[in-house]
């Protein structure tokens, strides 16, 4: 794409000579220009080449995504942390045709229970505490179902195999959080975090 461009430099004693581009030597061949521009929101990106006296420009869509939706979750809520390594494991187990996974929560065991109601059979995950589950914080005396869009669950997948620890909230309105604890470096942590609103409750 950039024809016979390379970089080399003069030198001149101990020392590069010049500054910036001087003392740059561009090949023996015809030199390749490039210009970028890009002219505000909703406009492309566009990448020009010179090369010859051949003009080739690329204009790449630029994407604005809309701002990001203010949400508090609720300060009664039912947690759970359990290794982001048994999540993923589970999660992949379940039906891929399925357009709807369900989330039990009990006082009993199994404490956790990940369904989905898939096309070809249905398919249930269970987690207990001690086992599996790490924590486990329950703000009812029954078990609860919560039904959310399987697919996007399913993009928890992205963060899984980086994240030692999962934290998966239910709050009062059944919105479900769940973060992530990302190791970096020793000591040193990030956290990532999807929330999911309900389809709807099930009895």
Known sequence: MFGTAGWSSTQSGDGVTGSGFAGANFGSGPVTAVKLSYNGVG???????????????????????????????????????MKAQWLEEGLRDLDATSDRVVIRLSPEIPHLRISSLGTIENLDVNYSQGDVIETLVYQYDRPIEISYNFSHVLNVLRACPMATKANIAIDSKDFMRIQFLLPVVEHKYLFTEYTFSPLEALE
């Open 43 to 81: 406009t492309k990106f566009d990448l020009t080449l010179e090369d010859d006296g051949v003009v080739t420009t690329c204009g790449v869509p630029t994407f604005d995504p809309e701002p990001p939706v203010e949400f508090e979750f609720g300060d009664e809520y039912s947690k759970l942390i």
